[in-house]
């Protein structure tokens, strides 16, 4: 029996990079494509969320003289560049793929909208959601709860490149403790990093669980979607 019928896939941009820091790692793009597409063939409805932090962040672009709002709307779009080298790399591997962005970019992608994203999802297409939610000001993960909402995802999981959420970063604190179960408002207390309040806040009020984990090692998604406890949930409840 699946676990879950329809999942939000949220991805950084800086872990498409791999090896190389910067831009789209091959390598690494095919392992996401070929992990993704493994659980596409157990029935599962994925819509991913990808972020551009490979090719430029927004905020981080302030600090060398951008204007906040242009940078934004140029990680937006570094996000609809990710996006199309997904889609490419889907296409290559017999999986179709739908590519939808926050505003107008045709022919590049077609305008998202809720109900194209839901089609797409039942006609068996990998849906990838990019633009973050089209407004500067808002993160990627921001986009990906927003998205996860409105699509009603089972789950919301943000694949990254550590295996869970900690009491504090286990790459400088060696003795910190990793959490199997947390919820939302533990989150909030111990004031963990892990999505920004725009996110959790909207996952919590619409009972959209988060699951992290390390999306880094191939096979890790596959035992997400199995059930298998390799990560954290994050939940109303404990």
Known sequence: MK??????LKLSGESLA????????????NEYVTQIKEITKKGIEVALVIGGGNIFRGLGGTHKGFDRVKGDYMGMLATIINGLALQSAFEANNQEATLLTAFSTEPAGERYSKQKAINALKNGHVVILTGGTGNPFFT???????????????????????????????????????????????????????????????????????????MDVVGNLKKVIDGKNIGTLISVNS
């Open 3 to 8: 676990k879950y019928n329809r999942i939000l």
């Open 140 to 214: 990627t993960d921001s986009g990906a709860a927003l998205r996860a909402v409105e699509i009603d995802a089972d789950i919301l999981l943000k694949g990254t490149r550590v295996d869970g959420v900690y009491s504090a970063d286990p790459e400088k604190y060696p003795n910190a403790i990793k959490f199997d179960k947390i919820t939302f408002d533990e989150v909030y207390e111990k004031k963990l990093k892990i999505m920004d309040l725009t996110a959790f806040t909207l996952c919590k009020e619409n009972n959209i669980p988060v699951y992290v984990f390390d």
């Open 18 to 29: 791999g090896e190389r820091k910067t831009g789209i790692e091959e390598k690494k793009l």
